[in-house]
């Protein structure tokens, strides 16, 4: 975890996960960075929620994998879900419902789904694109700590490879060019950014 400026109730906090993905980001806002992983993105943001002041807005910005044919760009994410924790079994066991999906106001269309794993297989792909248009792997996390702290959330998403066969690679040669528009997006969309 590293929080650079502070937090303040009248202003947003950026949280990203890696710093290839903020190496753009020119702003007098805070920006977090978590850490890859859900584990990572909800200890990180829940800490520094706890820390002091509530910001007026927790925006996540990051990359995500294409789940589907034709999903290139920026999106803004609607709904986000848990790809990899099994609801239906652990609601037999105990009878509640853990890591349902959740509606983001002010939301866009996308559904991200959200897991530990780094998607660079064809099989997992087809299986998540039944539910999502995205892959990422903080930002179900980040939702449920905003949540729960009572912080208004905005997940930006740009695709950074097709979640498939060579995802990997993807990743490493798109990120600066994904960082870039990232950048452009915050500069354009986030109240007091500059």
């Not at 977090?32 to 910005?61: D, H, I, Q, R, W």
């Amino acid at each position: 975890m590293q929080l650079t400026g502070q937090i303040s109730s009248d202003r947003p906090l950026l949280v990203l996960a890696v710093k290839e993905e903020a190496q753009f980001l020119d702003t007098s806002l805070p920006v977090l960075l978590t850490g890859m992983g859900k584990v990572n993105a909800a200890t990180a943001l829940a800490a520094a929620l706890a820390g002091g002041p509530l910001p007026s807005l927790v925006v996540n910005l990051g990359t995500a994998g294409a789940l589907r044919p034709g999903w290139t760009g920026t999106h803004l994410v609607g709904t986000v879900m848990q790809h990899d924790l099994d609801s239906a079994i652990l609601q037999t066991l105990t009878g509640d419902v853990y890591g349902a999906p959740l509606t983001l106001p002010e939301a866009g269309g996308a559904t991200l789904a959200t897991g530990d794993s780094f998607i660079a297989d064809e099989a997992a792909r087809a299986r998540l694109a039944e539910h999502a248009q995205l892959v990422d792997m903080e930002g179900y996390a980040l939702a449920t700590a905003a949540h729960q702290a009572g912080v208004p959330l905005r997940i930006v998403k740009h695709v950074s490879d097709d979640a498939g066969e060579g995802a990997a690679k993807s990743w490493r040669e798109s990120i600066a060019d994904c960082a870039d528009v990232l950048a452009g997006w915050a500069a354009q969309n986030v109240p007091h950014y500059a």
